[in-house]
């Protein structure tokens, strides 16, 4: 008998991400929505970022080994190949240093199933420093306007730890962030910005900006 798929399936890559990859996981295990997988995909990290996966006894974490690392230019890679392991009707996507709150799938998978026209919502979140101190916050909106549309494929609108969106069975041309919304408009998809604040997003400098070459909102 298959096993019934779940309604979400949220999505971490990670490279040597062995410092704040246990604070990550946490947060996404103790989301008061449970129906979810946990995808994670270690790119090649040759720190203790396998060991930390492995010590959590939880049956929604599947754990994939992609290779050796490929490098920020190729990490599209990396999201395509997780991106096929998903089999939830949802896909959240969550950095491997920044920290849900606690209803963040709750929240977004309401919203989606409320409003199916909608492919793709992003939110708010809080600035965290490399203590985890909340530093500031980051308000994001969306507005119904036809330019605004537009605008929001080609610019900085959409944290991308926020976002979720519906998963239709295909790997995307490249997962550029700005390249991936531009697809979507193109191809007449749907995206907003709802007014919740949904994760901590840490300002980690050591992070991905050292690992894959910068870190975008």
């Avoid at 920044?98 to 026209?117: A, G, T, V």
């Avoid at 549309?149 to 997962?175: D, L």
């Amino acid at each position: 008998m298959e096993k019934r798929k779940p309604n979400i399936s949220v999505l971490t890559t990670v490279y040597n991400g062995e410092k704040y990859l246990e604070e990550t996981i946490k947060s996404v295990l103790e989301q008061t929505f449970k129906d979810f997988e946990y995808i994670i995909i270690d790119d090649g990290s040759t720190d203790k970022t396998a060991k930390i996966i492995k010590s959590f006894k939880d049956e929604r974490i599947k754990y994939c080994y992609f290779k050796e690392n490929k490098g920020y230019y190729n990490i599209h890679k990396a999201i395509n190949f997780g991106l096929d392991k998903c089999k939830g009707k949802y896909i959240a996507r969550i950095d491997a240093d920044d920290l849900m709150l606690k209803d963040r799938l709750k929240i977004q998978y309401s919203y989606l199933e409320k409003h199916p026209k909608v492919f793709l919502i992003g939110g708010s979140s809080f600035n965290i420093n490399e203590a985890g101190i909340v530093i500031n916050k980051i308000k994001k909106e969306s507005y119904p306007s036809i330019f605004y549309k537009y605008y929001m494929a080609v610019s900085n609108s959409f944290i991308h730890s926020t976002i979720m969106f519906r998963n239709e069975g295909y790997s995307y041309p490249s997962y550029n962030e700005h390249l991936f919304y531009c697809w979507l408009t193109y191809n007449g998809k749907r995206m907003k910005n709802i007014k919740d604040y949904l994760i901590k997003y840490r300002i980690n400098p050591k992070g991905m900006v050292a690992l894959y070459g910068g870190k975008t909102r």
